[in-house]
C-alpha cells in the first residue's frame, strides 16, 4: 500500500495563530517531506526529515519547524500565521536507496487558508 | 542552483491526437534523476515517468519520454490523448546519493476535448 495520508484536507486558521498540519506514511519510508504549492508557482520543498534528522530550507529556516515522533509521522507546524502562509502543503516520503534517486510518494494535500 | 522549466501552462488538445509537454532543465550536476509527475484533480501527485540515462526512451501508460542531455530536456510525449489524461503534469529532477526531494518546474495543465 502506497499511501500517504494527511490531515485535515482543508484548515482554516486566524492571522497570529499556530497552525499544525499531519502526515503519516506506513511504507517505512526513511525520509518525509513538506512542500509548499502557491498558485502559478512550483511546489517548493520547506523541509525534509530523513530518519530522525531534520532538514529545513535556508530561506524558510525561520518559519516553520516540524517533528517526526516515530517512522509513520511527521508534522509541519507554522508558529504564527500569517497571509502569506495560504497555499496547498503537500507532505511525501521516500526510501533512500543508496544511489538511487527517490521516487517520492504524495499525499493529497491539505489547504491551509489564513484570515 | 537546480531549475526545471515548463514552457506551457495549459495545453489543450483533442481526443485521439498527440500532445507532448516541454521541460528542460539546468543543473551543475551530472549524477541526475528526471521524473513525470502527473496530479489529477483532488488527488495526490504519482510518478508517471523516471530516468536518469541519456537517450534513452522510458515509457508508462502511453506516456515517453526520452533524457537529451545535450539539449538538457526532458519532454513528456503521448501519441493519442484520452479524456482521462487531463491532469496537472510536473517535470522534476532530484540528485542521487542525496535525500533532498525534488526540484519541480511550475506544471502544465493539459485538458483534452472530446
Known amino acids: 500500500d502506497t499511501t500517504v495520508k494527511q490531515n485535515p484536507r482543508y484548515k482554516l486558521a486566524r492571522v497570529g495563530k499556530p497552525v499544525n498540519l499531519i502526515c503519516s506514511q506506513t511504507?517505512?519510508?526513511?525520509?518525509m517531506y513538506w512542500y509548499q504549492k502557491k498558485p502559478n508557482q512550483a511546489p517548493k520543498l520547506l523541509l525534509f526529515?530523513?530518519?530522525?534528522?531534520?532538514?529545513r530550507e535556508a530561506d524558510t529556516f525561520e518559519k516553520f519547524q516540524s517533528s517526526r515522533p516515530n517512522n509513520s509521522f511527521c508534522s509541519l507546524y507554522i508558529g504564527s500565521a500569517g497571509l502569506e502562509y495560504s497555499a496547498m502543503y503537500l507532505c511525501?516520503?521516500?526510501?533512500?536507496?543508496?544511489?538511487?534517486?527517490?521516487?517520492?510518494?504524495f499525499g493529497s494535500g491539505t489547504r491551509l487558508t489564513v484570515l | 542552483g537546480d531549475s526545471v522549466t515548463q514552457t506551457e501552462g495549459l495545453v489543450t488538445v483533442t481526443e485521439g491526437l498527440p500532445v507532448m509537454l516541454n521541460c528542460t532543465y539546468q543543473?551543475?550536476?551530472?549524477?541526475?534523476?528526471f521524473f513525470w509527475y502527473v496530479q489529477y484533480l483532488n488527488e495526490a501527485p504519482k510518478l508517471l515517468l523516471r530516468?536518469?540515462?541519456?537517450?534513452k526512451r522510458t515509457e508508462h501508460q502511453g506516456f515517453h519520454a526520452t533524457l537529451h542531455k545535450s539539449s538538457s530536456s526532458f519532454h513528456l510525449q503521448k501519441s493519442s490523448v484520452q479524456l482521462s489524461d487531463s491532469a496537472l503534469y510536473y517535470c522534476?529532477?532530484?540528485?542521487?546519493?542525496?535525500?533532498?526531494?525534488?526540484?519541480f518546474g511550475l506544471g502544465t495543465r493539459v485538458s483534452v476535448f472530446p
Open positions: 511525501a516520503s521516500s526510501r533512500l536507496g543508496g544511489r538511487f534517486a527517490e521516487t517520492l510518494y
Open positions: 522534476a529532477l532530484s540528485l542521487y546519493n542525496y535525500a533532498q526531494g525534488l526540484t
Open positions: 511504507m517505512n519510508h526513511d525520509t
Open positions: 526529515y530523513y530518519d530522525k534528522i531534520l532538514n
Open positions: 543543473t551543475a550536476y551530472s549524477d541526475v534523476a
Open positions: 530516468s536518469s540515462t541519456d537517450n
